[in-house]
């Protein structure tokens, strides 16, 4: 029997994986994909974007060469609709497969949503944004937690031609007006309300709030996430309503490849955040390769990625990969820890996830309520488990590979940027079989060609070498530009290894020659991996009238991977130093986000300078790291005196930290 039995099986199981994502791609394996990238870049990118792209006209040039690698453009001449790659091509085959299984934040009350139903309601969201004339080219903040219609309004902007940006619903109300004035937005798309770990998040007043300082915002389309009602102003239009009321059809706008599909704000080392654009046909493209070879994702599988939209990780692995490959996606509404630290994993049980992909500071802080809240449930439906975001310890690292994935799946550390579109560095695609080294992202993707840079901007060769993470060659992935700031965009790239794309973080080769990264190299910090440059924080608190000048550094934090620590000056007459401590702290929250307010503040007389006036913040670090006794060079100060100033205020900090 067994032979006949045996290759019937394994028929049916290529039957399978053929008729689903590998129908449309030749049958390839790594070793090959990898090394017809390295010989050919365009004719491989191409041949990719023939096979995993539907087209309305095919493209005329693979990629365009160009002066340097930030103004290489690809597929020009070829046109097509983002949403119809994710929605259309799907519906047709097979109109009732689950797309979205939107895990709300109560356990157990989750829904899900067809291809069927995500098209009708694209359409409908797509037609009213029409109706309210909102056109290509346009730009549409979503200010909305991961949910069904927060996806369906990211879809009906690319169905329209209109440009999103999604703004993370924890920002508060003056970072929501920074970004919609940068970018000029029209409409604004929200919910009446959010609700997370169990608690109410007024999502539509955060919006009134900053769109009274918004003159581009003409309409506030406003969802019903709750059945409270809110004020409705002369902007305000209700959206649920709107949508019933419009056709389920909506004709897609045929897109050139190099027009924009969306803009993310991201922290630099300057004070404001960058508007990173991402185009329509290389972006799709790279998410959909990158999710399918990365998570080894098969037709059926249910995916879950548990970040939230208003992070790259959402737009790339919650919607457009998995969407664009025609996987069903899980859209996490709730916290790690509601209604306790089992969420995850009751999850995985019940909605049977295959590939779970989350971040490092999630693990740190599960790990610490014990291995019992994993046991309990049922994990064998668990295939692939994948970290972002930040270093992954290797305690976290264990931790997930043995006790969440029972030692049976592949984990993979992956590294990307919001600039870089898609997972650039990770374990797979590998040889199968192939090794996976504990917290690492060791592998370059299809066509990611990493270098390291010494101080003199040379390349470094060979392996067990350290240094500055540069990408020697373009892919369709990468960011295009920085909203209406291109010049921005090749000064902080392209600018300090000329010809190279500079990542901002440094990374280790090792005899292997495999990838791992150390760290940023900018005065970018990770806060629970998400990026903040410390002169955000820097420029929230300088605001203070009581405060002349600040100094924030990252230090290592147990759970949050790194937190903020405040130095601050404060003018001479301040008598109650305790209560401007809680102004600052407030501040950071209003204008920025919670999560950016600093763990610590402490109050200096002065700041260590350079002689031309430079903050020395290596040197505040080494203070808050207890090495305050090994300073190393401090010959540029202008005056060393400062630093027994600052040791002291810190020592005596510590003290009064220990004692309260
Ligand atoms: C996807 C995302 C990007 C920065 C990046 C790194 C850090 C991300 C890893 C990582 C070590 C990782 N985009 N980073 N992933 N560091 N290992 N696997 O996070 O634009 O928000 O942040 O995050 O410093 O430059 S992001």
């Known amino acids: 029997m067994a032979a006949a039995v045996r290759a019937a099986a394994r028929g049916r199981r290529l039957g399978a994986l053929c008729r689903g994502l590998s129908a449309s791609l030749p049958a390839a394996s790594y070793a090959e994909l990898r090394a017809r990238a390295a010989r050919d870049p365009a004719a491989f990118w191409g041949q990719q974007a023939r096979a995993a792209l539907r087209w309305d006209t095919p493209y005329s040039a693979a990629r365009r060469p160009a002066p340097g690698p930030g103004a290489t453009r690809w597929f020009l001449g070829g046109r097509l609709n983002v949403a119809v790659n994710c929605l259309d091509q799907h519906v047709q085959q097979s109109p009732d497969r689950v797309a979205l299984i939107w895990e709300k934040d109560e356990p157990g009350t989750e829904v899900k949503i067809t291809y069927r139903e995500l098209l009708d309601m694209t359409c409908r969201l797509a037609n009213t944004l029409k109706k309210y004339g909102i056109q290509k080219g346009d730009r549409v903040a979503v200010y909305m937690p991961v949910s069904p219609l927060a996806v369906a309004a990211m879809l009906a902007c690319a169905?329209?031609?209109?440009?999103?940006?999604?703004?993370?619903?924890?920002?508060?109300?003056?970072?929501?007006?920074?970004?919609?004035?940068?970018?000029?937005?029209?409409?604004?798309?929200?919910?009446?309300?959010?609700?997370?770990?169990?608690?109410?998040?007024?999502?539509?007043?955060?919006?009134?709030?900053?769109?009274?300082?918004?003159?581009?915002?003409?309409?506030?389309?406003?969802?019903?996430?709750?059945?409270?009602?809110?004020?409705?102003?002369?902007?305000?239009?209700?959206?649920?309503?709107?949508?019933?009321?419009?056709?389920?059809?909506?004709?897609?706008?045929?897109?050139?490849?190099?027009?924009?599909?969306?803009?993310?704000?991201?922290?630099?080392?300057?004070?404001?955040?960058?508007?990173?654009v991402h185009t329509q046909a290389g972006y799709l493209l790279y998410a959909a390769l990158t999710h399918k070879y990365v998570f080894d994702y098969q037709q059926g599988d249910i995916f879950g990625c548990v970040a939230d939209i208003g992070w790259i990780t959402g737009h790339s692995y919650v919607v457009y990969g998995p969407l664009c490959n025609g996987a069903t996606s899980v859209l996490f509404e709730s916290t790690p820890t509601y209604p306790d630290p089992g969420r995850y994993w009751e999850t995985v049980q019940r909605l049977k996830i295959n590939q779970f992909y989350g971040a490092p500071t999630a693990i740190r802080l599960l790990l610490k309520y014990g291995d019992q809240w994993v046991k309990k449930y049922d994990r064998s439906s668990l295939k692939t488990l994948g970290s972002v975001g930040e270093p992954i310890n290797h305690e976290a690292w264990q931790w997930f590979h043995k006790v969440v994935g029972d030692s049976k799946c592949t984990l993979v550390d992956t590294?990307?940027?919001?600039?870089?579109?898609?997972?650039?560095?990770?374990?797979?695609?590998?040889?199968?079989?192939?090794?996976?080294?504990?917290?690492?992202?060791?592998?370059?993707?299809?066509?990611?060609?990493?270098?390291?840079?010494?101080?003199?901007?040379?390349?470094?060769?060979?392996?067990?070498?350290?240094?500055?993470?540069?990408?020697?060659?373009?892919?369709?992935?990468?960011?295009?530009?920085?909203?209406?700031?291109?010049?921005?965009?090749?000064?902080?790239?392209?600018?300090?290894?000329?010809?190279?794309?500079?990542?901002?973080?440094?990374?280790?080769?090792?005899?292997?020659?495999?990838?791992?990264?150390?760290?940023?190299?900018?005065?970018?910090?990770?806060?629970?991996?998400?990026?903040?440059?410390?002169?955000?924080?820097?420029?929230?608190?300088?605001?203070?009238?009581?405060?002349?000048?600040?100094?924030?550094?990252?230090?290592?934090?147990?759970?949050?991977?790194?937190?903020?620590?405040?130095?601050?000056?404060?003018?001479?007459?301040?008598?109650?130093?305790?209560?401007?401590?809680?102004?600052?702290?407030?501040?950071?929250?209003?204008?920025?986000?919670?999560?950016?307010?600093?763990?610590?503040?402490?109050?200096?007389?002065?700041?260590?300078?350079?002689?031309?006036?430079?903050?020395?913040?290596?040197?505040?670090?080494?203070?808050?790291?207890?090495?305050?006794?090994?300073?190393?060079?401090?010959?540029?100060?202008?005056?060393?005196?400062?630093?027994?100033?600052?040791?002291?205020?810190?020592?005596?900090y510590k003290s009064e930290q220990r004692t309260s």
């Open 159 to 276: 169905r329209i031609g209109a440009v999103h940006t999604v703004v993370f619903a924890g920002f508060s109300a003056e970072a929501l007006a920074g970004r919609i004035n940068d970018s000029e937005c029209k409409a604004v798309i929200t919910y009446n309300q959010g609700i997370r770990g169990g608690r109410i998040i007024e999502l539509k007043k955060t919006v009134d709030e900053a769109v009274k300082n918004c003159p581009s915002v003409k309409h506030v389309f406003v969802a019903q996430r709750t059945d409270n009602t809110v004020h409705m102003g002369d902007l305000d239009i209700p959206l649920n309503e709107e949508m019933a009321r419009e056709a389920p059809v909506c004709i897609p706008e045929s897109m050139e490849s190099e027009d924009m599909l969306f803009m993310l704000y991201t922290s630099g080392s300057t004070g404001k955040p960058k508007g990173i």
């Open 415 to 652: 590294w990307w940027q919001t600039e870089t579109g898609g997972i650039c560095i990770a374990p797979r695609p590998s040889e199968e079989g192939a090794e996976i080294i504990p917290a690492m992202a060791m592998r370059p993707f299809f066509g990611i060609v990493p270098v390291l840079m010494d101080e003199n901007g040379k390349v470094i060769e060979g392996n067990d070498v350290s240094g500055a993470l540069c990408i020697a060659e373009p892919w369709p992935g990468m960011a295009r530009t920085i909203y209406r700031d291109n010049q921005r965009f090749v000064d902080a790239y392209f600018k300090t290894y000329p010809g190279y794309y500079f990542t901002g973080d440094s990374a280790y080769r090792t005899k292997e020659g495999y990838y791992q990264i150390t760290g940023r190299m900018d005065d970018v910090i990770n806060v629970s991996g998400h990026r903040l440059g410390t002169a955000e924080i820097e420029d929230a608190m300088d605001e203070h009238p009581a405060v002349p000048e600040t100094a924030v550094i990252g230090y290592p934090h147990e759970i949050k991977g790194e937190g903020a620590f405040a130095f601050v000056v404060l003018k001479d007459d301040t008598v109650q130093t305790e209560h401007v401590k809680q102004e600052l702290k407030a501040i950071v929250a209003s204008k920025i986000a919670k999560y950016a307010v600093p763990d610590h503040v402490l109050v200096v007389k002065r700041l260590p300078k350079t002689r031309s006036g430079k903050i020395m913040r290596r040197l505040l670090k080494k203070i808050i790291a207890d090495e305050g006794s090994n300073l190393g060079d401090i010959t540029t100060l202008e005056d060393p005196s400062v630093i027994t100033e600052i040791l002291d205020a810190y020592e005596k």
